[in-house]
């Protein structure tokens, strides 16, 4: 090896003049005409391959045109270049490995990426991929050595990102029973605003199927000329064709992934509408409609393999599914059945009305406000009264494996339930249940499919943390896709497991029948230890105020069972939000990992105002990578903030 060594060295002579050599090739044909202004300086930075915010940007110019002028000289640019490209923490990094500061040997990228990177199967073929794809000076490349200029762009590259590259493929067993997997689920899908006077959309249905949503909610009522429509009842939120957004389900249904989408149906519509909803969803789903029984799946819920590419209805059903099968092909037009509901009034509403009424006490000084709370509480009358249901037997028949019940008791669950029937539970009384009798309520999950929706009183579409049914395996969680904030980022962060196909499979305790898993009262716990070094930050997202000197910190949370539950903080970077450097160390015990996702949130420090979110990002906890990784930051609203990063070391024994 030593004497390998000395021969490639003298085969280069001197990296370091290569380097400059092949820098001042790049750039020198732009600066022929003299100096060079802000436009053509961003320009030639992508040219180079270097990542950069435009704004940030703009300041680096500013403090390096030591004249002034908006243009700047050829060394001006150099400086520009290394201040953005060349961070000091990866210089240290690639010194640790270089034995002469200048270049990487072909074993020194092994032993960096054995060492610090956790390869699996290293081999040197790897290292020469990873030469061969990130080296771009043209005689390093072709010694199939690496100069800090590659080594840079392999650190900022896509493989270095904290998730996982085998999590962004479905690698998980998808021949599991439906209630195996926790499925990605929304609530009162058509709207984009709050729940009481805002629009309904066709994009709330698209935006959540494009996120791999998998449980769309359609609340649908009598419209005008015998077509029923969408919109969310006893509000003045605008009405949608239920024909349109079927329409829009079957275009978009698939893009993102290929696994079974569940259309949960609030039926409001006269047996005549019904009947035009069943021919809607025939007509426009053709063979992607499940309409019938899998012959495979007479007794028990099917797998999401086994359901590829279907469209799934939940709703009231009549009869069994051998009588609808029988009844497979024949005329049902004008054919009707009554469903009874039970006359119990669930805790759920009695406590939201409580919560309503006193918020319909206070003093009322706006016209919206009085539309608001009129129809909060309209609402929730209207979900007190009683009836007698008259379903279409076209629509029931399209019901097979999603069929709603409601649920009274866990008990009445236990001894009636049958394997095609599952609940909705209102957030209230899913708590209650999780506090008083959470064993039962996991022994429930593990046989039915469960969801749990948001309380009628949050009339602004805010959303709960769906952590805590998680927890308990509960499938569908669904909350309003069109609200930011923490249970959004947790929601977003859980799904981009398994390939972002909407369907992570639950752990092993939530669906053995002969576990005891509390997550209240751990036993037997085998923890696992994080530890997280938070190095720099990398281009962080602006301030309000548009300026580069932000004081940045980094919050690190941990969501998972309550025993889980943690949260760390570094110190306050002042006026840095270009390259912040921390280099602060936090370790977390963790007893439960299956369950837990991490979450890093940046913030401007505010001393009057409070602090300002900056960006964030959440994964499961056995998604990240290990070794030194970039951790990408995302909006308020889930967008990319690229090239807006973290750079930290991460470490733990799964």
Request: aromatic share 10%; charged share 30%.
């Amino acid at each position: 090896m030593g004497r390998d060594f000395k021969d490639r060295r003298i085969s280069t002579s001197s990296p370091g003049s290569v380097e400059t050599k092949w820098f001042w090739s790049k750039i020198q044909d732009e600066f022929r005409g003299g100096k060079i202004n802000l436009e053509k300086t961003q320009k030639l930075l992508e040219k180079l391959d270097v990542q950069c915010n435009s704004i940030h940007v703009k300041h680096i110019f500013k403090d390096n045109d030591r004249l002034k002028q908006g243009r700047i000289t050829i060394e001006e640019f150099r400086a520009i270049y290394r201040t953005i490209a060349h961070r000091e923490e990866i210089i240290e990094i690639f010194n640790a490995y270089s034995e002469d500061r200048k270049i990487l040997f072909e074993y020194n990228l092994v032993q960096f990426l054995t060492q610090e990177q956790y390869t699996i199967e290293m081999s040197r073929t790897i290292a020469v991929e990873i030469i061969q794809k990130y080296e771009p000076i043209d005689e390093v490349r072709n010694e199939q050595q690496m100069s800090f200029e590659g080594f840079t762009r392999y650190m900022d590259s896509p493989e270095c990102l904290l998730f996982k590259h085998e999590c962004k493929k479905v690698y998980q067993d998808m021949t599991h029973p439906l209630n195996d997997y926790f499925i990605s689920s929304s609530h009162n899908t058509y709207l984009v605003s709050d729940q009481l006077v805002g629009p309904s959309d066709i994009w709330g249905y698209v935006s959540a199927l494009v996120k791999g949503c998998r449980c769309l909610e359609i609340d649908c009522w009598d419209g005008a000329q015998n077509e029923p429509v969408v919109y969310h009842g006893y509000t003045l939120t605008s009405k949608l064709l239920f024909k349109t957004v079927v329409q829009a389900i079957h275009k978009y249904a698939f893009m993102t992934s290929d696994y079974p989408v569940v259309l949960s149906l609030e039926n409001h519509c006269s047996p005549s509408q019904q009947e035009v909803m069943a021919d809607n969803l025939q007509t426009i789903f053709g063979e992607s409609l499940l309409a019938d029984i899998l012959d495979d799946y007479p007794d028990k819920l099917p797998s999401p393999e086994a359901l590829k590419f279907k469209i799934l209805v939940k709703n009231k059903k009549i009869g069994t599914l051998k009588e609808t099968r029988e009844r497979k092909g024949s005329d049902k037009h004008g054919k009707v059945e009554e469903w009874e509901e039970p006359d119990d009034i669930e805790e759920e509403e009695e406590d939201e009305f409580k919560d309503s009424s006193d918020s319909l006490s206070l003093k009322d000084n706006q016209d919206k406000e009085t539309v608001r709370r009129k129809a909060i509480s309209s609402m929730l009358f209207k979900k007190k009264k009683t009836r007698k249901l008259k379903i279409a037997l076209a629509l029931s028949d399209l019901v097979i494996y999603t069929k709603a019940e409601k649920f009274r008791s866990f008990q009445h669950s236990r001894m009636y339930q049958q394997f095609n029937e599952n609940n909705s539970i209102g957030e209230t009384r899913a708590r209650k249940l999780s506090k008083l009798k959470v064993q039962e309520f996991i022994f429930h999950t593990k046989k039915f499919l469960t969801r749990i929706y948001p309380k009628a009183t949050r009339a602004d579409s805010s959303n709960f943390n769906p952590q805590e049914f998680w927890n308990i395996g509960c499938q569908m969680v669904a909350l309003n896709f069109q609200t930011p904030g923490l249970p959004m980022d947790l929601q977003n962060g859980k799904f981009l497991d398994n390939g972002a196909s909407g369907y992570v499979l639950k752990p092993q305790f939530l669906r053995d029948a002969k576990s005891n898993f509390n997550p209240n009262k751990l036993r037997d716990s085998d923890p696992t230890t994080l530890t997280i070094r938070l190095i720099s930050g990398i281009q962080l997202p602006l301030s309000s105020t548009s300026s580069n000197k932000a004081d940045t910190s980094v919050i690190i949370e941990v969501f998972g069972v309550p025993n889980d539950q943690r949260k760390q903080q570094t110190r306050v970077i002042k006026k840095n939000a270009f390259s912040p450097r921390w280099n602060e160390t936090f370790t977390f015990i963790i007893h439960v990992p299956e369950l837990a996702l991490i979450r890093f949130v940046v913030e401007n420090q505010g001393l009057i105002t409070g602090n300002e979110f900056l960006g964030q990002y959440t994964i499961p906890l056995l998604c990240m990578n290990k070794g030194y990784r970039r951790v990408p930051l995302f909006s308020r609203m889930g967008e990319s903030l690229e090239p807006a990063s973290l750079f930290i070391y991460v470490w733990y024994v799964q």
